[in-house]
């Protein structure tokens, strides 16, 4: 339903010329110039990290499925930081926000999104992984072939691609009332729907439907896989083989508590309840700290990796001598 002060917008005009503003942390003035160094020096180190772990896989020529799903995992937070980084760190420039256009809004939404699906994916087929690896190591090679694992990559991008499509489209399809400000650093979904002239919980219908696909369902695979490794690990006699199967799927809870922890908080709530104070808090945890930790967590647990990454070390050693 319409309210009053909404703009009548045609998809033709408005998306060339409309503008909406990012507010950011404009609230923070005397803060921003160490917020900017903050940001900046995290983005950088969790581009360094995130290249570095997804460098070292590639170049990697005997890969197991383990470290392939790394290497899409750590590509996909790469371009988080990218699509995300730019406009948060010049929101801190700007003393009253930066400007992002009709179409840079939506597609920094989808791609978001995109990124966001396509990591829950990943996860749960990391799971599906750690479920063959421990309750039937025998088949482990023959379940976990290459082809399955770039299936499994593959339909997770796409599957994806195509909910966070819908979903932006639904969220700009909307009417939006005079104010263009939009109380974030980014263009977050609830944030947005937030500016929507709307009162009834009908413009909520899609992103219910997304997050019941990009997060529920694979939750749900998730749960699953581990209730089943739980399962297998009773079973197992010996206390250090228990131990050693638990810390192969340590690294992967962590994260995945993380990820889902914070996604959850941030889109599984009323419209009715947004915060954007809160928002932005949560969401600077899912959008910094969390690719930040992935290289430490997966470079600190996973013996492969650290193994390519010594190896790397040797070539450059070698090659800075002769």
Same mark, same amino acid.
């Given at each position: ?8 917008r045609?998809?033709?005009?408005t ?5 909406f503003l *990012?507010?950011?942390?404009s609230?923070?003035?005397?803060l921003?110039?160490?917020?900017f ?17 997804f460098?070292a896989?590639?170049?990697e020529?005997s ?9 899409q ?7 988080y930081?990218?699509?995300i980084?730019?406009?948060?760190l *010049?929101?801190?420039v700007v ?8 179409l840079?809004?939506?597609?920094q939404?989808? *791609?978001f999104?995109?990124l966001?699906g ?21 088949r482990?090679a ?7 694992? *770039? ?6 991008g796409l ?36 500016l ?8 909520e219908?899609?992103?219910?439907a ?5 997060l529920?369902l694979p939750?749900?695979?998730?749960l ?5 490794i739980?399962g297998a ?8 083989g ?14 995945t ?10 889109y599984i ?8 104070a809160?928002?932005?808090v949560?969401?600077?945890v899912y959008t910094?700290?969390?690719?930040l930790?992935y290289?430490?967590i ?11 990454l010594?190896?790397?070390l040797?070539r ?6 002769n």
């Amino acid at each position: 339903m319409p309210c009053e002060g909404c703009m009548e917008r045609d998809n033709v005009s408005t998306s060339a010329t409309m503008e909406f503003l *990012l507010l950011g942390f404009s609230e923070l003035l005397r803060l921003r110039v160490l917020l900017f160094l903050i940001f900046l020096m995290v983005h950088l180190v969790t581009l360094a990290g995130n290249t570095m772990i997804f460098v070292a896989v590639v170049m990697e020529p005997s890969r197991s499925p383990m470290l392939f799903f790394l290497c899409q995992l750590s590509a996909i937070e790469l371009c988080y930081t990218l699509v995300i980084a730019p406009k948060a760190l *010049l929101s801190l420039v700007v003393v009253d926000g930066s400007t992002i256009s009709f179409l840079g809004c939506a597609a920094q939404m989808h *791609l978001f999104v995109a990124l966001g699906g396509a990591e829950c994916f990943l996860l749960a087929a990391m799971s599906y992984d750690r479920y063959v690896a421990i309750c039937q190591p025998l088949r482990y090679a023959a379940v976990m072939s290459e082809g399955l694992c *770039l299936r499994l990559a593959l339909m997770s991008g796409l599957g994806a691609f195509v909910v966070a499509l819908g979903l932006t489209a639904a969220v700009f399809r909307l009417p939006f009332c005079q104010s263009h400000r939009i109380n974030h650093f980014f263009c977050n979904v609830p944030a947005v729907l937030h500016l929507a002239c709307t009162q009834s919980y009908a413009p909520e219908l899609p992103l219910l439907a997304a997050c019941v696909l990009l997060l529920l369902l694979p939750f749900l695979l998730i749960l699953v896989s581990y209730v089943c490794i739980a399962g297998a690990l009773l079973h197992i006699t010996s206390s250090v083989g228990r131990g050693k199967a638990f810390s192969t799927c340590i690294s992967q809870l962590a994260i995945t508590l993380l990820h889902y922890g914070c996604a959850t908080f941030i889109y599984i709530r009323p419209k009715s309840s947004y915060s954007p104070a809160q928002d932005k808090v949560v969401s600077l945890v899912y959008t910094n700290l969390t690719p930040l930790m992935y290289p430490f967590i997966y470079s600190l647990r996973n013996k492969e990796i650290r193994g390519i990454l010594r190896k790397m070390l040797r070539r450059k050693k070698i090659a800075q001598v002769n």
